[in-house]
């Protein structure tokens, strides 16, 4: 069955980078784009941006441009979203979801990222 | 930037029918997502393009658009309905998804 798994939580102090990990099991890692949506506490879902795992090209939201890079790794089928010059406001729970023609199918369990000094 | 308009809260009585609305301009030319969200958990898709369910949704769960508005109804609403939805989708213009800002069911 297809799962999606990802890293612990992570507490960063403001500056920071945070990298958090998505590895993909029970289907062909190639075949499906992989988002990255995040959600603040007690906020609405917001798209981050996509990789393509078969070709490696990734296209991101104007919001994140400049400080998001999301990366992948066809020998392990993990994706990984690394978020740089961490704010206050980036605290939130970032989530990894398989593309599926216009819609999310399966979504990772959610990394509880928190921004603190 | 493209925007979606939902209700930020929805209550019905358990055994009824509840309606979740999502507005956004020319919606009735794109394929709309439904999503679930429990306390503390990550989204389930609950309706696709439109009007279609995946594998282990209940029929309970149905989608339909009119005009501006797409809608998301569940009939006879249970207790363990209470949950965010959220209403998603792909925005032509950007090759980007959209999601609405989320609406919260109350099971009374």
């Known amino acids: 069955q297809v799962q999606l798994v990802q890293s612990g939580a992570e507490v960063k102090k403001p500056g920071a980078s945070v990298r958090v990990s998505c590895k993909a099991s029970?289907?062909?890692?190639?075949?499906?784009?992989l988002n990255w949506v995040r959600q603040a506490p007690g906020q609405g879902l917001e798209w981050m941006g996509i990789?393509?795992?078969?070709?490696?090209?990734?296209d991101y939201a104007e919001k994140f441009q400049g400080r998001v890079t999301m990366t992948r790794d066809t020998s392990t089928s993990t994706v990984y979203m690394e978020l740089s010059s961490l704010r206050y406001e980036d605290t939130a729970v970032y989530y990894c979801?398989?593309?599926?023609?216009?819609?999310?199918?399966?979504w990772g369990q959610g990394t509880l990222v928190t921004v603190s000094s | 930037s493209y925007e979606l308009t939902q209700p930020p809260s929805e209550s019905v009585a358990p055994g009824k029918t509840a309606r979740i609305t999502c507005g956004g301009d020319?919606?009735?030319?794109?394929?709309v997502q439904w999503y679930q969200q429990k306390a503390g958990r990550a989204p389930v898709l609950v309706i696709y393009?439109?009007?279609d369910r995946p594998s282990g949704i209940p029929d309970r769960f149905s989608g339909s658009k009119s005009g501006n508005t797409a809608t998301l109804t569940i009939s006879r609403v249970e207790a363990g309905d209470e949950a965010d939805y959220y209403c998603?989708?792909?925005?032509?213009?950007?090759?980007?998804?959209?999601f609405g800002g989320g609406t919260k069911l109350t099971v009374l």
């Open positions: 990789i393509n795992p078969s070709a490696d090209n990734t």
């Open positions: 393009y439109q009007s």
């Open positions: 029970g289907y062909t890692f190639t075949s499906y784009y």
């Open positions: 998603q989708v792909w925005d032509g213009s950007s090759d980007h998804p959209v």
């Open positions: 020319y919606i009735g030319s794109k394929s």
């Open positions: 979801a398989r593309l599926a023609g216009e819609f999310f199918d399966f």
